[in-house]
Structures are given as C-alpha cells and as structure tokens.
C-alpha cells in the first residue's frame, strides 16, 4: 500500500485567491436611509380619528342629529387632516436623506483616494 496523503480540497486551496479577486471586484453601494410613507399616514389618520372622536363626543352639540353622527363627521374630517400632516412630516423626513447620502459619498470618496495614495 502506498501511503499518499490526500490532497486538500480544491476549495481550501482556492480561498485565499478567492478573496483577493473579491476585494478587487467589490462595487462601492450606498444605503438610502428613507422613511417609509405608509406608517406616518396610517399614524395621522389614526391620531386624527382619535382626536375627532374625542372632540365628537366630549364638546357640547347645538346641532338636532345625535352625538354619533357628529363625532363620525368631526372624526373623518380629522382623519383626513392627520393623513395630510403624517404625509408632510414624511416628506420633510425624506427630503433629508439626499443631503447625507451625498455626505457618505465624500467621505467614501476621501477614504478610496487616501487608500490609493498609501498603497502606492
């Protein structure tokens, strides 16, 4: 018999090369950091509906309909105004985003021209 050791695997002995070949192919991303428009409206039509709701039922009521019927009203009207306040205050969210994308741009840009420098 002959005493031969196996070979390693292909795979142990490609991984170093592997890696380097990764690190030279890698393609710099960034991550928009955005909110979600969704949430913010549901959250201010819900507010707005708890808030119409509150003031439906709790303020006095000169009107000949019942106090379920005005609360409804008053609480669909408020409803729609939460919907159009949660919708700017995503916006507003969202229009600061690009400011510190272009940031995260800069500053990555600095770090790849600082590492070609040192590694020449």
Same mark, same amino acid.
């Given at each position: 018999?002959?005493?031969?050791?196996?070979?390693?695997?292909?795979?142990?002995?490609?991984?170093?090369?592997? &890696?380097?070949?990764?690190?030279?192919?890698?393609?710099?991303?960034? #991550? %928009? %950091?955005?909110?979600? &428009? +969704?949430? &913010?409206?549901? $959250?201010?039509?819900?507010?707005? #509906?708890? +808030?119409?709701?509150?003031?439906? &039922?709790?303020?006095?009521?000169?009107?000949?309909?019942?106090?379920? $019927?005005?609360?409804?009203?008053? +609480?669909?009207?408020? +409803?729609?105004?939460?919907?159009?306040? *949660?919708? #700017?205050?995503?916006?507003?969210?969202? %229009? *600061? $985003?690009?400011?510190?994308? @272009?940031?995260? @741009?800069?500053?990555?840009?600095?770090?790849? /021209?600082?590492?070609?420098?040192?590694? /020449?």
């Amino acid at each position: 018999m002959s005493e031969q050791q196996p070979s390693p695997e292909p795979d142990e002995q490609a991984a170093p090369a592997d &890696f380097d070949a990764a690190d030279r192919q890698v393609i710099p991303a960034s #991550v %928009r %950091r955005a909110p979600k &428009f +969704a949430p &913010f409206i549901a $959250t201010g039509a819900i507010i707005g #509906v708890v +808030a119409g709701l509150l003031c439906g &039922f709790l303020l006095p009521n000169s009107t000949g309909v019942g106090r379920g $019927t005005v609360a409804l009203l008053v +609480a669909s009207g408020f +409803a729609v105004l939460g919907v159009v306040i *949660g919708g #700017v205050i995503a916006v507003m969210q969202d %229009r *600061g $985003t690009p400011r510190e994308l @272009k940031a995260m @741009k800069e500053a990555e840009a600095s770090r790849a /021209s600082d590492g070609d420098a040192s590694g /020449s």
